[in-house]
C-alpha cells in the first residue's frame, strides 16, 4: 500500500524497506530504437500472417492440447 503523502504511516504499514522502495523511480528499461505503435502492428501483422500459413497445413487440433504457462 504506497503512501506516498505520509512517509512515516507508510513505514509503520508497509514496513521501512519497503516504503523506502516505493519512492525509488525505476526505469525498467530504455525505449528501444525505432520504436512505435506502428511498429509493434506491423510486426504483430507479420506473424498473424506467417500463424496463418503454418496452421493451413497443421495436422494436430490445438484444441485438444495442454498449454503449460509458466
Do not use: C, H, W
Amino acid at each position: 500500500q504506497a503512501m506516498f503523502y505520509n512517509q512515516l504511516t507508510g513505514a509503520r504499514i508497509n514496513g521501512p524497506l519497503i516504503q523506502f522502495m516505493n519512492n525509488l523511480d525505476v526505469k525498467v528499461m530504455n525505449r528501444p530504437n525505432g520504436y512505435s505503435k506502428a511498429k509493434m502492428a506491423a510486426i504483430a501483422k507479420r506473424y498473424q500472417k506467417e500463424a496463418r500459413r503454418i496452421n493451413q497445413t497443421r495436422q494436430n487440433d490445438l484444441a485438444k492440447q495442454n498449454i503449460i504457462f509458466n
